[in-house]
Protein backbone atom coordinates (compact mmCIF):
# COMPACT_ATOMS: atom_id res chain seq x y z
CA UNK A 1 0.00 0.00 0.00
CA UNK A 2 2.82 2.59 0.50
CA UNK A 3 4.51 1.86 -2.31
CA UNK A 4 0.99 2.29 -4.25
CA UNK A 5 0.86 5.54 -2.34
CA UNK A 6 4.02 6.71 -3.40
CA UNK A 7 3.79 5.68 -6.85
CA UNK A 8 0.39 7.69 -7.35
CA UNK A 9 2.27 10.80 -5.35
CA UNK A 10 4.61 10.80 -8.20
CA UNK A 11 2.02 10.53 -11.02
CA UNK A 12 0.40 13.68 -8.98
CA UNK A 13 3.47 15.42 -9.51
CA UNK A 14 4.01 14.57 -13.16
CA UNK A 15 0.52 15.84 -14.13
CA UNK A 16 0.60 19.01 -12.07
CA UNK A 17 3.74 19.56 -13.81
CA UNK A 18 2.49 18.79 -17.47
CA UNK A 19 -0.64 21.10 -16.42
CA UNK A 20 1.58 23.97 -15.66
CA UNK A 21 3.77 23.23 -19.11
CA UNK A 22 6.81 22.14 -17.34
CA UNK A 23 6.64 18.93 -17.57
CA UNK A 24 9.57 17.91 -15.25
CA UNK A 25 8.59 14.64 -14.14
CA UNK A 26 6.12 13.19 -17.05
CA UNK A 27 7.79 14.35 -20.04
CA UNK A 28 3.98 14.75 -21.50
CA UNK A 29 1.42 17.22 -20.92
CA UNK A 30 -1.86 17.26 -19.46
CA UNK A 31 -4.54 18.58 -21.24
CA UNK A 32 -6.65 20.89 -19.40
CA UNK A 33 -10.10 19.40 -21.54
CA UNK A 34 -9.15 15.67 -19.14
CA UNK A 35 -10.22 17.66 -16.05
CA UNK A 36 -13.70 16.39 -15.27
CA UNK A 37 -15.40 18.37 -12.21
CA UNK A 38 -18.79 17.08 -11.05
CA UNK A 39 -21.04 17.88 -8.36
CA UNK A 40 -20.85 21.52 -8.69
CA UNK A 41 -22.09 24.30 -5.62
CA UNK A 42 -24.10 27.18 -6.95
CA UNK A 43 -24.32 30.73 -5.53
CA UNK A 44 -27.81 31.81 -5.11
CA UNK A 45 -27.81 33.01 -8.82
CA UNK A 46 -27.08 28.90 -10.09
CA UNK A 47 -23.40 30.44 -11.19
CA UNK A 48 -21.25 27.18 -10.01
CA UNK A 49 -18.90 28.20 -6.93
CA UNK A 50 -16.85 25.21 -7.03
CA UNK A 51 -17.39 21.40 -7.63
CA UNK A 52 -17.59 18.75 -4.92
CA UNK A 53 -14.95 17.01 -6.64
CA UNK A 54 -12.88 16.92 -9.36
CA UNK A 55 -10.75 14.61 -11.02
CA UNK A 56 -7.40 14.33 -13.28
CA UNK A 57 -6.72 11.29 -14.87
CA UNK A 58 -6.95 8.39 -11.88
CA UNK A 59 -6.06 11.41 -9.21
CA UNK A 60 -9.60 12.93 -7.48
CA UNK A 61 -9.56 16.21 -5.50
CA UNK A 62 -12.46 16.80 -3.10
CA UNK A 63 -12.85 20.19 -1.87
CA UNK A 64 -13.24 21.59 1.66
CA UNK A 65 -16.23 19.91 4.11
CA UNK A 66 -17.09 21.39 6.60
CA UNK A 67 -20.28 20.95 9.75
CA UNK A 68 -22.41 23.44 9.58
CA UNK A 69 -25.11 21.96 12.27
CA UNK A 70 -24.99 21.74 16.35
CA UNK A 71 -23.83 20.29 18.57
CA UNK A 72 -20.36 22.71 18.09
CA UNK A 73 -17.88 20.29 19.41
CA UNK A 74 -14.48 19.79 17.73
CA UNK A 75 -15.94 15.57 18.22
CA UNK A 76 -19.09 15.75 16.16
CA UNK A 77 -17.67 18.45 13.79
CA UNK A 78 -15.22 16.30 13.04
CA UNK A 79 -16.76 13.06 12.75
CA UNK A 80 -19.36 15.03 9.92
CA UNK A 81 -16.62 16.22 8.43
CA UNK A 82 -15.04 12.89 8.04
CA UNK A 83 -18.48 11.23 6.80
CA UNK A 84 -18.69 13.93 4.45
CA UNK A 85 -15.47 13.13 2.64
CA UNK A 86 -15.93 9.52 2.79
CA UNK A 87 -19.14 10.35 0.91
CA UNK A 88 -17.68 12.43 -1.81
CA UNK A 89 -14.34 9.84 -2.15
CA UNK A 90 -17.68 7.25 -2.74
CA UNK A 91 -19.20 9.35 -5.51
CA UNK A 92 -16.00 9.81 -7.49
CA UNK A 93 -15.15 5.94 -7.23
CA UNK A 94 -12.33 6.20 -4.92
CA UNK A 95 -12.29 5.55 -0.70
CA UNK A 96 -10.65 6.67 2.62
CA UNK A 97 -8.02 3.87 2.14
CA UNK A 98 -6.66 5.57 -1.12
CA UNK A 99 -6.38 9.09 0.15
CA UNK A 100 -2.48 10.35 -0.16
CA UNK A 101 -3.05 13.74 1.29
CA UNK A 102 -5.78 15.45 3.78
CA UNK A 103 -5.75 19.57 5.02
CA UNK A 104 -7.26 20.16 8.33
CA UNK A 105 -8.47 23.69 8.69
CA UNK A 106 -9.15 24.20 12.67
CA UNK A 107 -11.15 27.15 13.67
CA UNK A 108 -8.80 27.05 17.30
CA UNK A 109 -5.88 25.67 17.45
CA UNK A 110 -6.66 24.13 20.88
CA UNK A 111 -8.96 21.80 19.34
CA UNK A 112 -6.33 19.88 17.72
CA UNK A 113 -6.22 17.05 20.33
CA UNK A 114 -9.54 16.49 19.93
CA UNK A 115 -9.91 16.47 16.16
CA UNK A 116 -7.05 13.65 16.46
CA UNK A 117 -9.28 11.60 18.50
CA UNK A 118 -11.58 11.27 15.58
CA UNK A 119 -9.58 11.61 13.12
CA UNK A 120 -7.42 8.72 13.90
CA UNK A 121 -7.61 5.45 12.44
CA UNK A 122 -10.03 6.59 9.77
CA UNK A 123 -7.76 6.19 6.47
CA UNK A 124 -6.83 2.51 7.06
CA UNK A 125 -3.10 1.09 8.29
CA UNK A 126 -1.18 3.92 6.34
CA UNK A 127 -2.32 7.24 6.80
CA UNK A 128 -2.42 9.80 4.11
CA UNK A 129 0.04 12.89 5.08
CA UNK A 130 -1.64 15.67 6.52
CA UNK A 131 -1.09 19.24 6.83
CA UNK A 132 -3.31 21.27 9.87
CA UNK A 133 -3.73 24.82 9.71
CA UNK A 134 -5.33 26.87 12.52
CA UNK A 135 -7.45 29.68 10.47
CA UNK A 136 -6.63 33.62 10.94
CA UNK A 137 -9.39 35.82 12.71
CA UNK A 138 -12.98 34.93 11.51
CA UNK A 139 -13.08 31.45 11.58
CA UNK A 140 -13.28 28.71 9.19
CA UNK A 141 -16.88 29.62 6.91
CA UNK A 142 -19.90 28.87 7.52
CA UNK A 143 -19.64 28.21 11.42
CA UNK A 144 -17.59 24.96 11.45
CA UNK A 145 -15.24 24.11 13.82
CA UNK A 146 -13.24 21.96 11.26
CA UNK A 147 -13.08 21.98 7.52
CA UNK A 148 -11.06 19.15 5.41
CA UNK A 149 -10.27 18.97 1.79
CA UNK A 150 -8.50 15.83 0.58
CA UNK A 151 -6.19 13.80 -2.94
CA UNK A 152 -7.49 10.34 -3.47
CA UNK A 153 -6.73 8.48 -6.56
CA UNK A 154 -8.87 6.10 -7.99
Known amino acids: MKTQRRTVLKSLIASIAGITGIGLLSGTKVNASEVKEAGSVSAPDDVPLFSGHTKLGNMVFIAGKGAHVAPFTIAAHTE ?6 ENELIKAGSSMEKVLKVTVYLNDIADYKGM ?8 GKTPPVRSTIAVAKGGVPGDSLVEMDCIAYI
Do not use: A, D, H
Open 80 to 85: IVLKEL
Open 116 to 123: NEVYKGRF
